[in-house]
């Protein structure tokens, strides 16, 4: 019995490390991101380039952080600064129920 139970738990921790090994990477990307949205975001609000050249560039960030973005999910809003909101999902693989998460990064900078 006791071998059973050191087994179970041997498991239980196992199976701990392969979830974590497969859900931390996106939210570290996300973070990361935000990150890039804050700098884009300080770095345009006194710049005037279009909202479609925000985009791209929230779109290259997000490609080196492995993220793939579409135009529809990234808003770009300007009034007394620069607004960056970015919706999107992650598809997860797991071996027994894959998962998909939802994630969201926002920025303003308002004007001096």
Same mark, same amino acid.
């Given at each position: $019995?006791?071998?059973?139970?050191? &087994?179970?738990?041997? &498991?239980? #921790?196992? /199976?701990?490390?392969?979830? /974590?090994?497969? $859900?931390? +990477? +996106? ?9 890039? &949205?804050?700098? #884009? ?10 909202? =479609?050249?925000?985009?791209? $560039?929230? #779109? ?5 952080? =492995? %993220? /793939?973005?579409?135009?529809?999910? %990234? ?6 600064? &620069?607004? %960056?909101?970015?919706?999107?999902? #992650? *598809?997860?693989?797991?071996?027994? *129920? ?13 004007? %001096?």
């Amino acid at each position: $019995m006791e071998k059973l139970k050191a &087994l179970i738990g041997l &498991l239980v #921790i196992a /199976a701990g490390f392969y979830v /974590a090994w497969n $859900m931390i +990477p +996106p939210y570290f990307h996300n973070y990361q991101l935000q990150d890039d &949205l804050d700098d #884009i975001a300080r770095r345009n609000s006194y710049i005037n380039n279009s909202d =479609d050249d925000v985009k791209k $560039m929230v #779109i290259q960030k997000a490609q080196e952080e =492995d %993220i /793939a973005l579409k135009d529809d999910e %990234i808003t770009v809003s300007r009034g007394n600064g &620069l607004a %960056i909101s970015v919706k999107y999902r #992650i *598809h997860i693989e797991m071996m027994v *129920h894959p998962v998909d998460v939802d994630f969201a990064a926002n920025s303003y900078n308002k004007r %001096i």
